[in-house]
Structure formats: structure tokens, C-alpha cells
């Protein structure tokens, strides 16, 4: 299970992430069944989603607040990184999980998907605040 990668390890340890349910995770890979994807096969489609992309690259702490703020993402408290539907997941409060995409999804290759939630005592998500990270630049996010 790639939630059990040190790097995720380290991250749940250091309490910059928590762990998901796995139940959360397949509640959301039944919600992406549902959105368009790319006929290849690489990733959704989002000339059908509305949606603002960026990258992450040169993105200094206030741009990605700017950012954020215009995306579908700006109610929700966290970012939940999606695994795949058979682990679960991990959430980083939103403007530090913006920082860390990378290193998250760091050796796993292609498009990698999170979605917004906000927790408190209790996780409520967000499956349709979606975001999308190409695995090198690039995030795409519902607005």
C-alpha cells in the first residue's frame, strides 16, 4: 500500500497529514466513474468540467491562496490526497497540502486526483471540489 511508503509515513508522524478511510476512497472513485475522462485514458476530461489550472513551479505561498480562492476548493478546511479506492487516503490542511503535492504523489507516475473536504471531529468531503495534479507542474482544480 503506497500509504505505507515512508515519505506518507513520515507525514502522518510529523502531523502534517492524517489518515483517510479507505471507505472515503471508494466513495470518491464512484463519483469519478460518474465525470468525463480524456478518450486516451489520461485523466479527466476537463474541457468538460469548469475548472482553472496553474503551476506549481514558480507558485509563491500568496498565489496559491489567490488560486485556491478562485477554485471550487475555497470552503473546504483540508485536501484529500485519493490513493486509489483499495487504501485510504491521507488530508493536509489546505494551504500546506498545495506545497506538498509533489512531494505526496512522489513516486507515483501519471495524474494523480484530490479532492476537498473539511474536518473538524468528523470528515465531510467534498467530492466534487476536484483537483488534479499532472505528476509534474500542473494542477487543474473544479471552480
Known sequence: MYITQPHIQSLIESNNAIPISQEI????EKKLLMLPWNLIGSGLDWSQIKSTQTHIAAL???QADRW???TALKHDSHLIFWLGSDEPCIASPLHHAISIIDFVFWKRPGRQLMFGAN???TVNPNYSHIMEYDGG???VAAV
Do not use: T, V
Open 68 to 70: 485556491i480562492a478562485g
Open 119 to 121: 474536518i473538524n471531529n
Open 137 to 139: 507542474d500542473r494542477l
Open 60 to 62: 509563491s505561498s500568496s
Open 25 to 28: 476512497s471508494e466513495k470518491f
